[in-house]
T-cell receptor
Framework: SQTIHQWPATLVQPVGSPLSLECTVEGTSNPNLYWYRQAAGRGLQLLFYSVGIGQISSEVPQNLSASRPQDRQFILSSKKLLLSDSGFYLC?????????FGPGTRLLVL | ELKVEQNPLFLSMQEGKNYTIYCNYSTTSDRLYWYRQDPGKSLESLFVLLSNGAVKQEGRLMASLDTKARLSTLHITAAVHDLSATYFCAVDHRSGGGADGLTFGKGTHLIIQP
């Protein structure tokens, strides 16, 4: 069966510090991968998606970037965090017609 | 731009009662999703509705899709406390001209009281 992992589970970072969140999927090949953010007052928002290694599409302009160095690995990064980057970051994968979500990373920027 | 609207956004109901959550979306789509989120947790997939007239049921929850009306409903029958959660509907992003991913409604925060 397929599983999706995210780490870290929680993170507290100062403004201006870098960020790296990792997502890995097991039990499937060539999945579509997604990063979403859930933030207070802004709901659930798609940030990035990827259909293959090295292929990244951004849905909204922002302070974040994503990379997919391996088929089942998706990384979310920032060079300098802003207060507004705080939120619950969810990685998701899809094969066929359903998206499944990882356990999430809760990020607090102070 | 694809918009997904849920109502109500907040619902407090008693155990044993029935209720319906509504999800309207702004552009044609034949793929609609319902998710459940417990406090502090990730999203759990409940239903995927893939065609007009689709109806799916799992326990006390039943979801339906009317693509002509651009409306999906999530019906709760004889509610129990364990169903307390936030429920999201989502529509395939490609319906709004985007390439991939989901556009979510704001969620319905459901509290079921004994």
């Amino acid at each position: 069966s397929q599983t999706i992992h995210q780490w870290p589970a929680t993170l507290v970072q100062p403004v201006g510090s870098p960020l790296s969140l990792e997502c890995t999927v097991e039990g499937t090949s060539n999945p579509n991968l997604y990063w979403y953010r859930q933030a207070a007052g802004r709901g659930l928002q798609l940030l990035f998606y990827s259909v293959g290694i090295g292929q990244i599409s951004s849905e909204v302009p922002q302070n974040l970037s994503a990379s997919r160095p391996q088929d089942r690995q998706f990384i979310l990064s920032s060079k300098k965090l802003l207060l507004s980057d705080s939120g619950f970051y969810l990685c998701a994968w899809s094969v066929a017609k359903t998206q499944y979500f990882g356990p999430g990373t809760r990020l607090l920027v102070l | 731009e694809l918009k997904v609207e849920q109502n109500p956004l907040f619902l407090s109901m008693q155990e044993g009662k029935n209720y319906t959550i509504y999800c309207n979306y702004s552009t044609t789509s034949d793929r609609l999703y319902w998710y459940r989120q417990d406090p502090g947790k990730s999203l759990e997939s409940l239903f995927v509705l893939l065609s007009n007239g689709a109806v799916k049921q799992e326990g006390r929850l039943m979801a339906s899709l009317d693509t002509k009306a651009r409306l999906s409903t999530l019906h709760i029958t004889a509610a129990v406390h364990d169903l307390s959660a936030t429920y999201f509907c989502a529509v395939d992003h490609r319906s709004g001209g985007g390439a991939d991913g989901l556009t979510f409604g704001k969620g319905t925060h459901l509290i079921i009281q004994p």
